[in-house]
């Protein structure tokens, strides 16, 4: 993509980033809202709970576990790159076609396992069994009554495949174990199917709408995808993007923004203000290329080398990493 498109400086690139996430003026107002502004939450705790904090005036614990167990209007799920997140019930068509784990992940497990997969669907088919009609069942629970070989990696896989579902941590809010309950009765309704492609070029446009300006590599890192899955789905919003160059101290980048959205970024007024981000945050989470927030020669304060980001103090839309110490 060769392009000589507005170029956006980086005070421009942080303000209007940092506010569609949620992150500068008024934020959102409710943790629907700010699922989708997002475009997804990630789902372990305590992250779930301190991310929305960062951009939800007055959140307070119970708002998202009103949504998550009570309403039901967002459910934990294996969504890009199969990472836990916390998505809308309504975009369940897009997110579990366009980032459904498909012949790829599956052998990975079943290794661990020493099995085939017709070995996992019998187990997974015994353990489906044991929760029909019981109230959500942790892992020790499932494994008093059914004497499972690999039940964990078991469970985690029917978590892949939407066959079960996290609920309620036990234990405290930073807990991170969970029960679990089979996803037809938690959600209810059948999800309706929607093509992989059309799946696609949804998510790359409230990709680019919820994290954009972005590359086609920071796309193929947030969704998981591969590189002709990444240039199709950007070939289909071709009519809907216009490219601009990212203006970096160390050299400019190429990237694709929805059309709609060029005024709103060409005027973004710089940020000012701190917030406090936790571990694996949707907003520097969202891209390969992490220049927006945290400079190169800082980058490793922030970022390990796999890509996860630590928590983090974002001041005026610049990331400096938090210890994590005892």
């Known amino acids: 993509m060769t392009t000589t498109g507005p170029l956006i400086t980086l005070d421009r690139l942080r303000a209007f980033g940092a506010r569609r996430q949620g992150l500068g003026g008024p934020g959102f107002a409710?943790?629907?809202?700010?699922?989708?502004?997002?475009?997804?939450v990630y789902g372990s705790s305590p992250t779930c709970y301190l991310s929305l904090a960062a951009r939800i005036e007055g959140f307070v614990l119970a708002d998202l576990d009103r949504e998550l167990y009570d309403t039901r209007a967002v459910v934990r799920l294996r969504a890009q790159r199969q990472m836990a997140y916390v998505q809308p019930v309504g975009e369940l068509p897009m997110f579990l076609a366009a980032a459904r784990p498909g012949p790829k992940g599956v052998p990975t497990v079943?290794?661990?396992?020493?099995?085939?997969?017709?070995d996992y669907e019998a187990a997974a088919n015994r353990v489906e069994a044991v929760m029909t009609g019981r109230e959500p069942m942790s892992v020790a629970?499932?494994?008093?009554?059914l004497d499972e070989e690999h039940l964990r990696l078991v469970v985690a896989l029917m978590t892949r495949e939407t066959r079960l579902v996290r609920t309620r941590p036990r234990g405290s809010w930073r807990s991170d174990g969970y029960g679990y309950a089979r996803w037809s009765d938690w959600v209810g309704e059948p999800v309706a199917e929607l093509g992989e492609a059309a799946a696609r070029t949804d998510l790359a446009r409230r990709y680019l709408s919820v994290l954009g300006p972005a590359t086609p590599a920071d796309l193929r890192w947030w969704a998981g995808w591969t590189a002709g899955e990444t240039k199709?789905?950007?070939?289909?919003?071709?009519?809907?993007?216009?490219p601009v160059r990212?203006?970096?101290?160390?050299?400019?980048?190429?990237?694709l923004v929805l059309s709609a959205d060029l005024p709103e970024l060409e005027d973004a007024a710089p940020l000012s203000g701190v917030r406090l981000l936790p571990m694996w945050d949707a907003y520097p989470m969202g891209h390969k290329d992490r220049r927006r927030i945290v400079a190169p020669d800082r980058h490793g304060q922030v970022i390990d080398p796999v890509g996860n980001a630590t928590s983090m103090i974002l001041a005026e839309g610049e990331a400096a990493g938090v210890w994590q110490g005892d």
């Open 30 to 40: 409710s943790v629907t809202e700010a699922v989708l502004g997002t475009g997804g």
């Open 110 to 118: 079943l290794r661990q396992m020493g099995a085939e997969y017709a």
């Open 232 to 242: 199709a789905a950007l070939a289909a919003l071709a009519g809907e993007t216009t």
């Open 246 to 255: 990212l203006q970096y101290p160390d050299g400019d980048a190429e990237a």
């Open 141 to 145: 629970e499932i494994r008093a009554e």
